[in-house]
């Protein structure tokens, strides 16, 4: 029996290597442009109301063809069918992989062991919306009867930054009198700076944690319950009124004093940083209303039915994956940074940093070989107009190959004044200038014919050749950030799938963890640490000295 051989040993591998070297020794996109003036229509995907132009990358039809059969000699829609069906596709934690089913319709069928999950997925919906609905009319009240004005969010990497991030990016649908805060870093200033001017009477807290063992979690939610008790005279009875919990662990839950009713649950299958559609959005739910929340759901679903549906040459999450792996695997490109020109998204990278890289920066396949590929890839962005008058020179006029999206919306958010709205044209004419700019440069002889002194040439020629691709929506609402957010899922799915690594678990983040526990005592109490080595051994005895100083 023939052994299926490793991935750069394929031949659509080595296909693809072929063809960097032949047809894009020295590509050039102005050329690319001038052969085929049609791409700018053809090499457009549409998603929902997503408009994803991917004709500024360094690809032609040849390249698409054959990254299509890299995507099918790898099996990536049998992955993609299996994660649908509820599969263990999670080889490493032995867990489906079913985030697609906190978004599914009601009537959907989506079986784990022969139980259909849908049925649960919306009833801790309907939950949710009840308390939501409660907290925004202020049938919910706090200890001492008043209402609750002041929603904090207590939860760290998949259980802050997908609410933080849509928080941020819904503002203009949520509800304004309310103020809503997101504490993850165990830095006791960031409670600090959340808490200091909020009332606890009037505090909602929400403890959010898959586990409810992460360290960070737990440490900030008890000093927020001391923090609470204190302000409200002590009485324990407070905690069932300003406290709910988001979590698989039921048991946890209980112990750390949290009524099992003000729990809201998901499952193993859902992970982490897939979660902020399920029970982890609790605190945007209250922001935005459940009906918004439903249209978010509504927008992811869309896209997983694009994904799960839509034939290889028009399926964007396919596409987007594929131009990734041929920047990163056959071009050397080891960053890719994500640019939105929407205030509102100021968020939306650092949410993908740990969608993406907690996804796939892994070293081993799924079989537990070492890959003998590059995985993953550090994903970085601001938005636009700040980046432009800080970092983007590296990306025009740097040595590096840095592949970026550019994010934008057609209409300004609806709540801006005339004037400010007016800004929005600017703001866009910046996302188009720099897509143009990056991807077609500035020749020598054009800066010449400007009558630039031939000194200064080199320094003011372009060389563009930068790739680019451009998602246009309408407009910033709910339902155009779970496509958003649904369109970088799958990305990183069909990423993982090629690699052929598990892009579901994160072991790397379990090193860390054990030896920051073990470090501690000698911190706190001064503890000798055993097996600590020489140069950790010198920072923590400096560290002790510094702080009795
Ligand atoms: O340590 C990494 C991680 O497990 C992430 O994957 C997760 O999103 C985060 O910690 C928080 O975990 P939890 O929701 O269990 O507190």
């Known amino acids: 029996m023939s052994e299926t051989p490793r991935l750069t040993r394929r031949p659509e591998w080595t296909a693809l290597e072929d063809h960097r070297a032949d047809a894009f020794q020295r590509p050039r996109l102005r050329e690319l442009f001038a052969a085929d003036p049609t791409r700018a229509e053809r090499y457009v995907v549409r998603v929902g109301d997503l408009r994803i132009d991917y004709s500024k990358h360094l690809i032609n039809d040849e390249t698409l063809a054959l990254l299509g059969e890299l995507a099918a000699a790898t099996d990536v829609s049998g992955l993609r069918d299996a994660m649908f069906r509820g599969d263990r596709i999670n080889v490493t934690e032995d867990r489906a992989v079913l985030h697609t089913a906190l978004r599914a319709p009601r009537d959907a069928v989506i079986e784990v062991d022969g139980e259909n999950v849908v049925p649960g997925v919306h009833a801790v919906l309907d939950k949710m919306a009840g308390f939501a609905d409660r907290v925004r009319s202020g049938a919910w009240t706090g200890h001492t009867g008043r209402r609750i004005r002041n929603v904090v969010n207590i939860g760290i990497g998949g259980s802050d930054l997908g609410p933080a991030m849509a928080y941020d990016a819904l503002r203009p649908f949520t509800a304004r009198e309310l103020t809503f805060r997101f504490v993850s870093n165990v830095d006791g200033a960031d409670l600090h700076e959340a808490v200091r001017d909020l009332d606890p009477a009037e505090t909602l807290f929400i403890v959010a944690s898959k586990t409810f063992t992460t360290i960070e979690t737990i440490t900030n939610a008890t000093s927020a319950r001391s923090w609470l008790l204190a302000g409200l005279g002590g009485d324990d009875k407070a905690v069932a009124k300003h406290f709910v919990a988001l979590s698989t662990n039921a048991g946890k839950v209980t112990d750390f004093g949290i009524d099992p009713d003000n729990m809201f649950e998901f499952w193993d299958w859902v992970g982490g940083r897939y979660s902020y559609d399920s029970a982890i959005g609790l605190s945007l739910m209250i922001a935005i209303g459940p009906d918004r929340f439903r249209e978010m759901l509504d927008g ?174 309408p407009e910033l609402t709910p339902s155009v950030l779970g496509q958003l957010v649904a369109l970088y899922e799958h990305k990183v799915f069909v990423q993982g799938a090629v690699w052929n690594i598990d892009s579901f678990d994160q072991w790397g983040v379990e090193l860390g963890k054990v030896l920051a526990k073990r470090v501690e005592p000698a911190l706190t109490q001064g503890a000798d640490v055993p097996g600590l080595d020489p140069s950790t051994a010198a920072l923590v005895a400096a560290y002790r000295s510094l702080k009795n100083a």
């Open 300 to 473: 992811f679903h869309t896209v997983d039915e694009h994904f799960r549906t839509a034939p290889a040459e028009a399926n964007a999450p396919l596409l987007l994956g594929l131009l990734g792996i041929w920047y990163g695997n056959f071009f050397g490109a080891e960053s890719h940074a994500v640019l939105p020109y929407s205030h509102y998204l100021s968020k939306f990278t650092a949410y993908l940093q740990q969608l993406d890289m907690e996804s796939n920066g892994k070293s081993v396949d799924r079989d537990g070989q070492v890959v003998g590929w590059e995985t993953g890839q550090v994903v970085w962005g601001t938005p636009g107009t700040n980046g432009q008058h800080a970092y983007y020179q590296l990306i025009h006029q740097g040595t590096r190959l840095i592949p970026a999206d550019l994010i934008g919306f057609a209409r300004p958010v609806a709540e801006l004044g005339d004037e400010l709205k007016a800004q929005h044209d600017l703001l866009m004419a910046n996302l188009f200038a720099q897509g143009q700019a990056l991807a077609f440069g500035k020749t020598a002889d054009e800066v010449r014919a400007e009558g630039v002194p031939e000194e200064q040439v080199p320094h003011r020629t372009f060389l563009g050749n930068h790739p680019t691709t451009t998602i246009l929506a």
